[in-house]
């Protein structure tokens, strides 16, 4: 052996880095940097009540999860039977109440000014997959409820579930499936979107207005 | 509040008065949104952000 070479060969030279870290890195410093996820200043023309409503869909969101730590974690019995588990309860359903009325402002605001446009398709298409999953999640959270309007609409809704044939996957007789899915799988997919979908807005900024078409994005 | 709702019925539209309520609500808050004036900040920036 020459004692004279390196032991460790010397890295290739390339543009490309062969950290695998250094590309992740790179290409979130491209896409996503931090004036961009964290901006303090926005265009004027944001300068609008209706950006407001998807912000509060999410703080409803917040209160949603908060209180659904709290009725998950107390139980049934609590939030029938004591004066503080009905406060939460009614907390879980207004907010989740408020969490949909502006979903769909905000929807309804997005559609008008084509918040697809410029490369947003995939932030528009994720949104829709929210809406879809949060029905979901708050059809599961009437089946969840352990009073009677549960069973009511449980015996009810099975027709209707084996008449689409999927009655044997989703079976809303089968508690314990409907609530797992409800305190579990269902919410877990809605905030992840919902952070997805936040980023992907901050990675390419609020959409300009249509009559500001031709000018820079 | 444990009584059934009252639905209005017109041809093949069917809907309860509580949920109208809330549909009519929400229009009138997202008209209101379109027109209302919105509080500036001492400056506007009219890049991206």
Known sequence: MDATKPLIAPAPVSDKPQSWTLRVRQMIDRGLPIDHLLPDRQPYYVGSWVYVFGVVTIAALAWVIVSGVVLSFMGPQWWHDSGVGRFFNSLHYWSVQLFFIFMVLHLWGQYFMAGWRHGRAATWMIGVVIFGISILTAFTGYLSQQNFDAQFIALNAKDAMNGAGIGAFFNVLNFGQMYGLHVMLLPIGVTFLVVVHIVMVRMRGVVKPIDAEGTAR | ?49
């Open chain 2, 1 to 49: 509040m444990d009584s059934p709702a009252t639905y209005l019925h017109w041809g093949f539209i069917l809907i309860s008065v509580p949920n109208l309520l809330v549909i009519a609500g929400m229009l009138v808050l997202f008209a209101v949104a379109l027109v209302a004036p919105f509080p500036h900040g001492a400056e506007a920036d009219d890049g991206r952000h």
